[in-house]
């Protein structure tokens, strides 16, 4: 691995849920781990009123976000790392001058020996995310004079095309697109990654990655859960700006994207930017139409609980017309993939909590078992990126006894067989990535751009179509009745359950 050189990190909106949730638990993992640098500092900033001990108590030694990854938490290990963490208080607004927070980097500098390294890690709305990286520049603290400076931003990038690029002029004003770190935590996922290794380190798959063998491609992001208390966040977004531009759309280009000169960061994320550019953007109504549907859920009973409906959520209009499932089909014009449509969906109120990515291939051209049922059940490659994170090869194969009748075996793996190693959580090996400088899982100004180009047009459509029509479906189930009119030949979707294998009559006994 590569060395992490000594530097700072510091957490804007350190107060927040997100800090003690996900990036303290992630940093205190990665330090029991042995992962980070000798000489390592947290400096969190925000509007509240705390001193160092307040902060070191309400984010570690107090939480109840940390666990021990099946372990008891060593306790004297707990203490030695909240003494590398500090807290100032910027006062009533995150738009003051920042000389004081400069000073208090500095005296951390110099007593812990940090060098010039920082993080700015903006854990804070969208909207201060210019207003922080300008204070930062008038303080001179965006200079890399004595060491590098990176900055981490969370999603969302943006509302829309225009207000992505303005968000990115407003950024790269004060720190070069090499200093910026846009983090999706669906690309810290181990099984995304994987896919890449799956892809272009086996030659019994990539071969086979074309219009000439892949029939379509369908991916699936399922939540069991409602929008909860995001009511007021969630009917300004919606599922497709939630969803499906970012960890969505990062997905598919990975499935897409050709392959890379190497494994350097620039070369493999400007294969993902030539993959979302080739993307058909869909503009006309009747297109939009007959590709797109959304849907609401509506009040259901499941397991025995009576479920609210969408609009009867806290912080949601009642007449609200704001997706919670989406179901787009789409093409890809490049060589590699003429003619193979691909499905995405994400929704809320599923059956299951799932997340993955199906590979439908065709069959063979001449079929010699055309009376086996064998036709009907294509060869699959199945990526679980969660739960039961995973790979599954859906083959044929011939039924003990007279004839051939065929049935679909499994070939599967799971991450969980590898007892003996660590699968770091999605910001555990987000952080490491930003403090070693490696940006190939980040999202980089032009990506952003482009997953947007694609998605503008679909939204305006939901917005001011003339023919656009809102579904419903009740909670619990997967989504409105027409969902399956989408995919051609009458076909449907591949509805999983919670376990990887989940055929009718399968079960896991041991």
């Known amino acids: 691995m590569k060395k992490i050189e000594d530097q700072i990190l ?283 549907i959304r849907a609401q859920y509506v009040a259901s009973e499941v397991k025995g609980e009576e479920v609210k409906g969408y609009r009867q959520e806290d912080g949601v209009d009642p007449s609200s017309t704001t997706e919670t499932f989406a179901a787009i089909k789409f093409y890809v014009d490049n060589w590699r993939w003429h003619g193979v449509p691909f499905y995405v969906r994400t929704a809320k109120r599923m059956p299951t909590k799932v997340t993955e990515i199906v590979i439908h291939f065709k069959t063979p051209h001449h079929q010699i078992f055309m009376d086996s049922g064998v036709n009907s059940k294509d060869n699959k490659l199945i990526v679980r990126i969660q739960p039961d994170e995973g790979i599954l090869v859906k083959f044929g194969v011939k039924v003990p006894g007279q004839g051939f009748k065929v049935e679909r075996a499994n070939l599967d793996f799971y991450y969980s067989s590898l007892s003996e190693t660590y699968v770091m959580d999605a910001y555990e090996r987000l952080l490491l990535d930003a403090m070693q400088g490696d940006a190939t899982l980040y999202a980089r100004a032009d990506e952003v751009e482009a997953a947007w180009e694609f998605v503008d047009p679909i939204l305006d459509y939901w917005k001011n179509g003339k023919d656009v029509r809102m579904y419903g479906y009740a909670a619990g189930v997967w989504g409105p009745e027409n969902a399956d009119d989408l995919i051609d030949d009458n076909g449907f979707w591949r509805n999983p359950g919670e376990n990887l294998a989940d055929d009718p009559g399968y079960c896991v006994i041991c």
């Open 10 to 292: 510091v957490i804007f909106g350190a107060s927040g849920d997100l800090t003690a949730r996900k990036l303290i638990p992630a940093l205190f993992n990665l330090y029991r781990a042995k992962q980070l640098p000798k000489n390592f500092v947290v400096l969190g900033a925000s509007r509240s009123d705390m001193s160092d001990e307040e902060f070191r108590d309400k984010v570690l030694l107090k939480s109840s976000y940390l666990n021990g990854n099946g372990a008891e938490i060593d306790e004297k290990l707990l203490h030695d790392f909240s003494q590398r963490f500090f807290y100032e208080d910027l006062g009533g607004t995150y738009d003051t001058e920042y000389s004081k927070l400069r000073k208090r980097v500095e005296s951390l500098k110099k007593s812990f020996n940090t060098s010039g390294n920082i993080i700015y890690y903006l854990s804070t709305p969208p909207t201060l995310y210019e207003t922080v990286a300008r204070r930062l520049s008038e303080s001179g603290m965006n200079t890399q004079n004595n060491g590098w400076k990176r900055l981490i931003v969370e999603k969302p990038f943006g509302y829309s095309l225009e207000t992505a690029k303005k968000l990115n002029q407003g950024l790269q004003k004060y720190f070069t697109e090499p200093q910026i770190y846009r983090i999706d935590h669906y690309l810290g996922k181990e099984t995304v990654q994987n896919l890449l290794v799956t892809r272009f380190s086996n030659s019994i798959f990539e071969p086979l990655w074309n219009r000439n063998y892949i029939k379509h491609v369908e991916i699936t992001n399922a939540e069991s859960v409602g929008v909860e208390k995001r009511g007021g966040y969630y009917d300004k977004s919606g599922a497709l700006r939630d969803m499906f531009q970012n960890h969505l759309l990062q997905i598919v280009s990975l499935v897409v994207m050709e392959p890379p000169i190497g494994n350097h960061p620039e070369e493999i994320r400007n294969e993902k930017v030539k993959a979302l550019k080739s993307l058909r953007i869909m503009r006309d109504e009747q297109t939009l139409f007959d590709n797109t």
